[in-house]
């Protein structure tokens, strides 16, 4: 019955909006990535299509209020950032080891079990990729499609009521996109110095912080999540859920998997 409700209300075209497009990038990566075999395309994707799908969301749900526009555009302002930068970096270091499992080995096959598996465990990473975008996405889709009821061409959302919350949400965003961007400028600047190879940076925001970037990350999407509840309450508590599941799966990404985890990696 939750499932049922969900799904016939606008919120439903939001969540198909955000599955295609997230869907349809990602899937586009994994075919380029079997071809060329290399990673270098992985973050560069995985931003685009969350920033892809924040602007879809926006366009499609024809939701052009002030708080809806600035969510979707931090979003946008955010994958555009982060999707360069990491594929700058790429392109400089030439690979990340973390990936190597992912790859066959020379003269290994397709599909060896023994091996790398190529492509089946690749698939799994890019899905897992498609998963990341669509939650992450979350506050902007029940944020802009968050109608109980709607008629054919009109706006999917209602208008809501910024209150203490959405301003904070907001500053938050805000701070925490100049924070990741500041922490990723200098740690890009310190890298690039020859005489930095294998030493630790303790400078600048990384001397209050062992990891500023992530600390950056995690504020931007409580921000775009504190912001857009308002919204996404208007659809109900099960809107609200699935939006926070946007900032607490974010730092468990950084927290668990992805981040702090893999940190000595660089």
């Given amino acids: 019955p939750v499932v049922s409700a969900l799904l016939t209300m606008s919120l439903g075209d939001g969540f198909f909006v955000t599955a295609a497009v997230v869907g349809i990038i990602n899937f586009v990566g994994w075919v380029l990535t079997v071809i060329t075999r290399t990673h270098k395309l992985t973050d560069l994707c995985g931003t685009s299509g969350i920033a892809a799908g924040a602007a879809v969301l926006l366009f499609s749900s024809k939701c052009y209020y002030p708080r809806q526009e600035i969510m979707a555009g931090l979003v946008v ?115 690039c110095n020859p005489n930095n190879e294998d030493k630790w940076m303790c400078t600048g925001l990384w001397s209050i912080s062992r990891h500023p970037n992530y600390f950056g990350e995690i504020c931007f999407w409580f921000g775009v999540f504190f912001m857009g509840l308002p919204c996404a309450w208007t659809g109900g508590i099960m809107a609200a859920c699935l939006a926070s599941l946007s900032p607490l799966g974010t730092f468990m990404l950084l927290r668990s998997v992805s981040g702090l985890a893999c940190s000595s990696w660089g």
Avoid: H
């Fill in 77 to 191: 302002a955010w994958g555009i950032r982060l999707g360069c930068y990491l594929f700058v970096r790429v392109l400089n270091v030439g690979e990340d080891r973390r990936l190597r499992f992912l790859f066959p080995r020379e003269g290994e096959g397709w599909f060896n079990a023994k091996g790398s598996l190529f492509p089946v465990k690749l698939l799994g990473f890019w899905l897992l990729q498609f998963v990341w975008g669509f939650v992450v996405l979350q506050p902007i889709a029940t944020g802009l499609y968050n109608k109980s009821e709607t008629t054919p061409g009109s706006k999917m959302c209602q208008e809501c009521s910024w209150g203490i919350l959405g301003i904070f949400g907001a500053i938050l965003a805000v701070f925490g996109l100049i924070f990741e961007t500041v922490a990723d400028f200098q740690k890009y600047v310190f890298k």
